[in-house]
């Protein structure tokens, strides 16, 4: 039998980051995947998440952030627009004396600078096409049976197996979901005019349509969330006609698109589990939350999951408390469900507002959006917590200024 502290199931960019944030405790710690371990090779950015502020400071202090940086693109400005009204709305960081709003990186890349870093703390260890068979607890154990009947017994289980997680499963923790009833196509784009370090989203009738700013002053990754019929149509099309269609839907703002991948489809749903914990097992991450991408928050609220986590366990232990207790987690567990539940109920807000079709609510909508953005003081809050430069952050996450953007 084999004794550890804490086993983390998951080795995604939460379950690395967790494990690297936790590594300087001393605490002996297991990452459990089913999956191959990372691997560098070409950067194909076919699936990417926009990362802001509070997890590059994160990511920075774990020692991985200059390799995601070395793959990443910075994005300077955003814009936002209706096709279906004259709304519109733009951010700039230069407005808020920032030297970048954000970060397109892709989601490979940023698990291999996870994975090098781990490298360096013999406490870690780390278990790759690994098959879980088993999860009982007891009192003050969690027995994990796992690959050939080999056990692993630790004093914490944390899932961070991401949206179908096994765990949460096991551990029998409810989860309410609903269906976005809408798909998100993902591919890699040519574009004939230079994207200007901007991200760009445009909100369409069948959902919002994003085109992200990659290290190539021409290319772009999209995603594109659409009802399942029009995300049919476009599945089905020849290259020809879904670079039409992608032109048409973006009004041709870089001129004539191209695809450079083929494109791929995955369904959206929202889950939320409605208790995180059940005795020394705890959920991080897509495990316990997944949102809808419009706002491209997903892996940005993942990774203030652990490291809030891990900022409670690494106090414990440097105060000679018990880092599993039950109180502990609950703290946790209070802490991140208030913000995974303000950005879900916003985005839910965001997708019925724009796909609803209503010729008041659209004029509405648009007077809205150009209000907003002729508030600069309002227009500052938004992006401050789009940026993780406002909300109750992990201290790790936190701006070293309060007023960071004045600085």
């Known amino acids: 039998m084999h004794n550890n502290d804490i086993t983390i199931v998951g080795a995604g960019s939460a379950g690395l980051t967790l494990a690297l944030l936790l590594a300087p405790t001393g605490l002996k710690i297991t990452v459990l995947e089913q999956g191959d371990a990372p691997t560098q090779q070409q950067v194909t950015h076919q699936r990417v998440s926009a990362l ?33 009204s004259f709304g519109r709305i733009e951010f700039n960081a230069g407005q808020e004396r920032l030297s970048q709003l954000g970060w397109i990186c892709d989601n ?28 009982v607890q007891s009192e003050r154990d969690v027995l994990i049976n796992i690959n050939q009947q080999q056990l692993l017994l630790s004093r914490l289980l944390v899932g961070a197996d991401g949206v179908n997680s096994l765990v949460r499963r096991e551990m029998q923790l409810p989860l309410a979901h ?30 919002p349509l994003a085109l992200l700013p990659l290290p190539d002053p021409q290319q772009c990754s999209i995603v594109w969330s659409c009802n399942p019929e029009r995300a049919a149509e476009l599945l089905a099309m020849d290259e020809m006609a879904f670079n ?5 839907a973006s009004n041709s703002v870089l001129g004539v698109l ?8 995955f369904a959206l749903k929202m889950r939320y589990a409605s208790t995180w914990i059940r005795g020394r097992a705890v959920l991080v991450a897509d495990a316990a939350h997944s949102i809808h991408p419009l706002a491209g928050q997903g892996m940005n609220l993942g990774l203030m999951d652990v490291a809030s986590l891990a900022e ?4 414990a232990v440097a105060d000679n408390q018990d880092f599993s207790e ?82």
């Open 244 to 248: 039409q269609a992608l032109t048409a």
């Open 52 to 84: 802001n502020l509070a997890s590059k400071r994160v990511l920075e202090h774990v020692g991985a952030w200059p390799a995601i940086a070395a793959t990443a693109a910075a994005y300077h400005q955003m814009q936002v627009w209706d096709a279906d």
């Open 258 to 265: 191209a695809r450079q991948t083929q494109p791929q489809a």
């Open 178 to 207: 609903w269906d976005y009833e809408h798909q998100a196509i993902v591919a890699t784009i040519r574009t004939q005019l230079p994207h200007q370090a901007t991200a760009r989203q445009v909100f369409l009738p069948t959902g």
């Open 326 to 407: 039950t109180r502990l987690l609950r703290r946790y567990e209070r802490w991140r469900k208030a913000e995974a539940q303000t950005l879900i109920a916003a985005m839910e807000a965001f997708k019925r507002g724009f796909s609803n079709k209503q010729p008041l609510l659209k004029l509405v909508r648009a007077v809205g959006m150009n209000g907003v953005d002729q508030l600069p003081w309002l227009k500052s809050k938004i992006i401050a917590a789009a940026l993780g430069n406002s909300g109750d952050l992990p201290k790790l996450a936190q701006p070293l200024l309060k007023t960071q953007h004045s600085a």
């Open 312 to 315: 409670l366990i690494s106090e």
């Open 108 to 135: 490979e890349q940023i698990r291999v600078a996870l994975h090098k870093q781990l490298q360096q703390h013999g406490n870690v260890e780390l278990m790759f096409n690994c098959t879980i068979n088993s999860i």
